[in-house]
C-alpha cells in the first residue's frame, strides 16, 4: 500500500526557508518521478517540482525556479528546500506520485510566509 506523509510546513517570514519532508511507504522513491504540488485558498492546484526517476534530472515551475530545490534520499523521503519565501509561496504542499496507474497524495503540509 502506497502512503506520503508530508511534514516540516509552518509560518515562516518573507525571505525565510523552510525544508518539506515526505515520507513514502510501499514505493522506492528513487524509481519513480515524484512530485511536489501545491494548493493556494481559492486557487487550484499547481505544480511546484519533480525528481525524475533514476537520475534523470529535476523540473520546477518558473515561480520557484532558483528558490526551491527537490531531492530524495536513496529509498523512502522525497524532501523540498524552499528559501527566498514569498508571501505568494503560502500553500498547502502536497507529495505526489503515480504508480501502477494511480495517482497518490499525501494531507499536505502548510506553510504560511507572513511577517
Known amino acids: 500500500q502506497v502512503q506520503l506523509v508530508e511534514s516540516g510546513g509552518g509560518l515562516v517570514q518573507p525571505g525565510g526557508s523552510l525544508r518539506l519532508s515526505c515520507a513514502t511507504s510501499g514505493i522506492v522513491v528513487s524509481s519513480l518521478h515524484m512530485n511536489w504540488f501545491r494548493q493556494a485558498p481559492g486557487k487550484e492546484r499547481e505544480f511546484v517540482a519533480v525528481?525524475?526517476?533514476?537520475?534523470?534530472?529535476t523540473g520546477y515551475a518558473d515561480s520557484v525556479k532558483g528558490r526551491f530545490t527537490i531531492s530524495r534520499d536513496v529509498k523512502r523521503t522525497v524532501y523540498l528546500q524552499m528559501n527566498s519565501l514569498k508571501p505568494e509561496d503560502t500553500a498547502i504542499y502536497y507529495c505526489?506520485?503515480?504508480?501502477?496507474?494511480?495517482?497518490?497524495w499525501g494531507q499536505g503540509t502548510q506553510v504560511t510566509v507572513s511577517s
Open positions: 505526489n506520485v503515480f504508480y501502477r496507474g494511480n495517482q497518490y
Open positions: 525528481i525524475r526517476a533514476g537520475g534523470s534530472g
